[in-house]
């Protein structure tokens, strides 16, 4: 065991899980990023981010840092601004998932809320408009992540190892806003020469793939009507797109935490549902990873909390039983195979 004195040396380094394996050999692994520090993949970009612009001369020492962020964002670079000396101040707004607010406090970020009404579309883009504003004014750092260079960059670390550990990876399946976490390690897979089908997942009612906007309760992922998708969604490295809906990307994650013991945020619940419908069309003996983008302790008050799912009208028991019937139906398709292989071994 290595023993650090900083809490950034704990980012990568995450475990992958076995999730699901069907008869024919294709394996179901999620890449844990949720254990990283602040609960979530995109402490990988910030620091990235940072390392970047203090490259280019951007933060000045004890300098400030400006970023409109539903959360997990804002807590990556609340930790590596504290580690290095400069303020954070993260433009929020109310539909954020409370403890991720809370989370962005206790890390010391400075927080600025804008107003909006329910379904966050116009919320991201007035937080946007107020942070290019704040930054401008302060004359601090505004990291832009929908198009700084750090985000997708910042995934590279995340492509090296899971070409570590597995040799290569034939679908990568992950939520998609920024784009920075799927088309940046799609990018550094194939650079290391990996053929990777990459696949987005946004929630329906998000805009990314051109379908029809809505309201969507999935945080961090998708891009509202009005919002302008960024230059690291680059749609080149992208093989397929999935709309989910709320209903069966919250049921996903709950069966997860219920079944499994594995809590994870809502959008990797949406990211695993389709993975799981997909799982049997992919070339037997694929492996196919999933990218957790963040921990379900985010959202025990939302995706966790049935009250919450109600009220919005995205609790959906039938999708609940459905997904787990998904997961019993591969066990069993591995019991039946290895059977088979057993029989015939000693035939
Ligand atoms: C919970 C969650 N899921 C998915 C995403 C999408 O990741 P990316 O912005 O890298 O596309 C984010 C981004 O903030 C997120 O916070």
């Known amino acids: ?44 970009m910030a620091r990235q981010i940072i390392d970047e612009a203090e490259q280019a001369g951007h933060l000045k020492a004890g300098g400030e840092i400006i970023e409109p962020t539903s959360g997990n964002t804002g807590c990556g670079l609340a930790l590596i601004a504290l580690e290095r000396g400069y303020r954070f101040t993260a433009v929020v707004d109310h539909h954020a998932a409370q403890d991720k607010l809370r989370m962005l406090a206790a ?7 804008v107003d909006s009404p329910p379904g966050g579309g116009v919320a991201s ?47 990568l399946v992950a939520a998609i806003g920024t784009g ?17 089908r990459s696949v987005a997942v946004e929630p329906a009612g998000s805009i990314i793939f051109d379908g029809a906007p ?4 999935q945080t961090g992922a998708g891009s509202p009507a009005g919002f302008p998708v960024g230059r690291n969604v680059v749609h080149e490295l992208i093989d397929e797109s999935h709309q989910v809906a709320d209903a069966d990307a919250f049921a996903c994650a ?46 025990l008050e939302s995706v966790f909390n049935v009250d919450w799912l109600r009220a919005r009208d995205v609790y959906d028991e039938p999708a609940h039983r459905r997904v787990d ?4 139906a591969y066990a069993d398709s591995v019991q039946v195979a290895q059977r088979d292989l057993r029989r015939r071994a000693s035939a």
């Open 254 to 299: 709950r069966v997860l935490a219920r079944r499994n013991g594995m809590l994870v945020g809502g959008t990797t619940g949406g990211a695993v549902h389709v993975a799981l419908r997909r799982l049997l069309d992919y070339p037997s003996g694929s492996t196919v990873v999933v990218l957790c983008n963040d921990t379900g302790e985010k959202y």
């Open 125 to 171: 883009v007035r937080r946007r408009a107020v942070a290019s504003r704040l930054a401008t004014e302060r004359d601090a750092f505004h990291p832009d992540q929908h198009n700084h260079s750090g985000n997708g960059n910042g995934y590279s670390s995340l492509a090296g190892e899971l070409l570590d550990e597995l040799g290569g990876v034939d679908v």
């Open 107 to 113: 890390l010391g970020a400075e927080l600025v809320f």
């Open 180 to 196: 920075g976490s799927l088309c940046g390690t799609v990018r550094a897979l194939r650079a290391h020469g990996a053929r990777t």
């Open 1 to 44: 065991m290595t023993i650090v004195s900083r809490t950034s040396d704990l980012i990568g380094d995450t475990p992958l899980y076995e999730l699901a394996r069907t008869g024919t050999g294709t394996r179901l692994l999620l890449k844990l990023d949720h254990l990283n520090p602040t609960g979530s993949c995109k402490v990988r």
């Open 214 to 217: 809505d309201v969507y309760h």
């Open 325 to 328: 019937r998904w997961l019993s």
